[in-house]
């Protein structure tokens, strides 16, 4: 749905003044119009019924690179904050557009699976309070014992608190120290019910790790540098629920990915809704392989991001004979 600068400046001014909480001489200094205009806008924002969850999130979906993206690697929607965002930084809108796009898609009665790291926790802390009924948030991996607010419990708490909702935690760490108790743990009924349960889910809302120094998998202890350089050497390339996995997408075969408790790939693809959230642009070849293996079937990211991903799908095209 495309919108005509008229538009385009209404939901802006809602944008602003209704989700970010900014006063109108806040939203005037912002978009570089007067106190009055501010006003006006808002009051049409109103009249029109424009000033709600949905159509807010429709400006960011509403662009010509968004539908490119959609078709290019067959996903659902696509929502892209650009370079004349309404934060200094394109990065900075996303936690709260995420928020606002996840909150239009839970419904009652959903199941609702999240995984963990510091944009989802983001998201959480940006996300207004909804009171929605029956709703279940469930983590998708086992738990960490880092101090972070961002570990997996805390994500999958928070947001339940958000919703108004029951949420489930892992009764497991995320990491074993060995294949064994890993596999033994696995099938502990408790655990076992879980993990099946995972693919039952109506909605996912994860990101994609990268792996460096800054990584969350050695932030926390899960993996050495030494580790993480051995297992890059072997083709590891990105993180999905504290999994590593390849270029192509597909799990990395490693005694580290062995020694998890986290959701089965094919159980993650079995949800019907996926929301991907990516705030980084260095987060580009994890990303790649995330679509690569089929993970989301909806994103929310960067135009700069969005721009680099179709260059690469276009040169990456075999030409025509």
């Not at 200094?88 to 790291?117: H, K």
């Not at 990268?210 to 202890?221: F, P, Q, R, T």
């Not at 070849?285 to 721009?307: C, D, K, N, Y």
Request: charged share 25%; aromatic share 6%; with cysteine.
């Amino acid at each position: 749905m495309a919108y005509r600068p008229a538009d385009q400046i209404i939901h802006k001014a809602a944008w602003l003044y209704y989700t970010h909480g900014l006063r109108q001489d806040e939203v005037a200094r912002r978009l570089n119009i007067s106190r009055a205009s501010v006003a006006l806008y808002l009051r049409k924002a109103r009249e029109a019924g424009i000033v709600n969850i949905s159509t807010s999130t429709h400006l960011f979906s509403g662009e010509r690179l968004a539908r490119q993206m959609e078709d290019a690697f067959g996903l659902e929607t696509v929502w892209l904050v650009g370079e004349d965002s309404l934060s200094p930084s394109p990065a900075a809108e996303i936690p709260t557009l995420a928020a606002n796009v996840f909150l239009e898609m839970v419904e009652n009665g959903d199941r609702v699976c999240v995984a963990w790291g510091r944009t989802v926790y983001d998201i959480a802390d940006a996300m207004s309070y909804a009171d929605r009924e029956g709703v279940t948030v469930v983590e998708m991996c086992g738990n960490l014992g880092s101090p972070y607010a961002y570990r997996p419990d805390q994500c999958t708490m928070e947001i339940a608190r958000r919703l108004n909702a029951k949420g489930l935690n892992f009764y497991a760490p995320l990491v074993l120290s060995t294949e064994e108790l890993a596999r033994a743990l696995r099938e502990e009924p408790v655990i076992r019910e879980q993990l099946d349960g995972i693919g039952d889910c109506d909605l996912a809302l994860f990101t994609v790790g990268a792996l460096d120094i800054d990584s969350h998998v050695i932030k926390c202890g899960a993996l050495s540098i030494e580790e993480l350089e051995k297992l890059k050497a072997m083709g590891a390339t990105g993180v999905i629920a504290g999994q590593i996995i390849t270029a192509d997408g597909t799990l990395l075969d490693c005694d580290y990915n062995r020694r998890m408790i986290s959701a089965d790939f094919d159980a993650i693809r079995a949800i019907p809704k996926r929301l991907m959230v990516v705030q980084e642009d260095e987060k580009f070849e994890p990303l790649q392989a995330a679509i690569a293996g089929r993970f989301f079937t909806h994103l929310v990211t960067t135009s700069s991001m969005a721009t680099k991903l179709l260059k690469h799908h276009i040169a990456s095209e075999p030409t025509p004979a």
